[in-house]
């Protein structure tokens, strides 16, 4: 699987090639400086997905994420690890959960949109291992416009932390995320993704990542997108079996549970 590499995550400290990539279509006119953003450089730029293919515009898409171990590398500069469920054609929305911007041990949640430009949505928050994080798009059909929010509860280390439940969200113009593009007018979005992203030093080195309640919307009859979930990606998952039901034209695709156990290759543990 081929992935888009034109994002550049806003930091502490300045720009920081990041989170977030997208996964190109053969015809996809995603280019920078005239050529396709697949082509561009980002050092050991890995991912392990799973991706929904309905072929229609995406109405509602929701999970939640239990936040994985935190990484034991105590000296994670140059190290680029994310979590994001995200929505993508030719851009990307993303709720980012990255290592970059803090200390080691650490997890940030950076609402983030991509790739031409590319930007944070808000401020990054700290989390906690543990803690549950819900993320929910949903499309506003009438104005175009997707209302993007995010809902965490702290499990325990949270808890100890200090950390009190909290909630946030925004509305996000499509538009946005192609204004260098001149012309482009962004198809909605229609490829639900669930991704681990490494850059840099990176590995998966946090343990196994868990999604649950996974609901997706699509303005579709189709039914196959939902039901034969597959990754082409070398890590081994394990997922409940989903359940989807269609009313009109519009199919609900449910899985309880996706765990991205570990890696099978050797790029994960680098």
Known sequence: MK???ALSALAKLGLVHGQGNMVPSSASNNKVDGKPSVQRDIAN???YTVEFLPKAPILRFESTLVIPASSPDASPDGDVQALWPGLQTDTLLQNVVT???GGPH???LLPFYCCHPAGKLTAQRRIYPGDLLTNSYIWDMAHNKWLDTWALTPGPEGSKAGLAAFQGGLTF???TASKEQSGLVPKPYDQPVLAIELQGHGTWDFGAVTWRNIIMEANTTETDWCTMVTTDNPMKLTTSPPVVR?????????ISQMTFESPTDKKGSR
């Open 99 to 101: 290592n970059v911007g």
């Open 3 to 5: 992935f888009f590499t």
């Open 173 to 175: 113009d499509q538009t």
């Open 45 to 47: 730029l890995t991912f």
């Open 246 to 254: 269609t009313e009109g034209n519009v199919t609900t695709c449910y």
């Open 106 to 108: 650490e997890w940030y």
